[in-house]
């Protein structure tokens, strides 16, 4: 049995790989791609070595075979002798532990709350020959949650194979379609980019929220944030903000208008977090920097006017 800091000293220079949607999308085509489902449960007893995160993970045998042992929920443990088309959920927090020996092509999925880690592992029987790795930004991430619900479901009743692997397939799929869409072009991200931002420019003075504006724009929350970090390289929360403070700063330049009046017509939850927010950001409460664009104003208007008295005084 090879151990798993020996795997580790084993494993190739981790690569990005585009063509790994080619596999991706035989699995979805083939309807023997995936045939029997097994699924881990959480389980305290996690033995040394085991791999155990926070997050789902979903590994299908593509070749080959490998025995893997992993936790059950009665607090036991099963080892399974998996070979191409089986499948073993792994949900979050809950470990498994292979063992690589014979030779073996798995495809893996790790489920983030933003982004999916899709990866290839391939095993020669002495060291991993191929291991490729990509991101897919998550998108419509309500879809993403039901089917790893359903999916969590179904394991946790020992559903049949054959409702699982629909599901699983169905997932997959959805992966794929997030996968082609994070692949657009540049040019395709910034236009939506310049869309948000355009919306937001015309209607900051009302309630805006992340999840309001990524659902009229048919994004996900976390793909959003993703979006103008890349593009922007500000949060949305930031942008919004620093949209809304500009225009209270011209108001209070240009009218006499209360300072509530002034909040509320900015989009401002209310006039109390308005004037801590701009002390924040200026240093100065609303009225001081009303008061002392004023007293700038009066200095210039009265410097001009000497100006004008001492240029008349010389005609």
Known sequence: MIKADAVQALRPKEQHDDEIFVLVNNVINNDQSVKR????GKNCDVPELAWQINNPRL????SGSIVSRYGTSDGCSMERHLRAGDVLYVPASAWSLPVWQDEVT???FIFSSH????????????????????TVIRQHERIGNGLLQALNELCAQEADHHTPALVIRSLISHISMMGEASECRPNRQKELFQRIVDYIDNNFSVALSREMISEKFYISPNYMSHLF??????????????????KARELLLNNNNRIKHISDSCGFSGSNYFCRLFKQKTGLTPSQYRSSAAAVNMTNTHSMNEDLYTQNQQH
Do not use: E, M, P
Not at 37 to 40: E, P, W
Not at 117 to 129: A, E, T
């Open 106 to 108: 798995i495809l893996s």
């Open 229 to 246: 970090q890349q593009q922007g390289n500000i949060s949305f929360k930031d942008y919004l903000c620093a949209q809304r403070l500009t």
């Open 115 to 134: 982004k999916i880690g899709v990866s290839l592992q391939q095993w020669n029987g002495q060291k991993f020959s191929s291991l490729k790795k990509k």
């Open 37 to 40: 489902i097994y699924a881990a």
């Open 59 to 62: 590994d299908i045998v593509i």
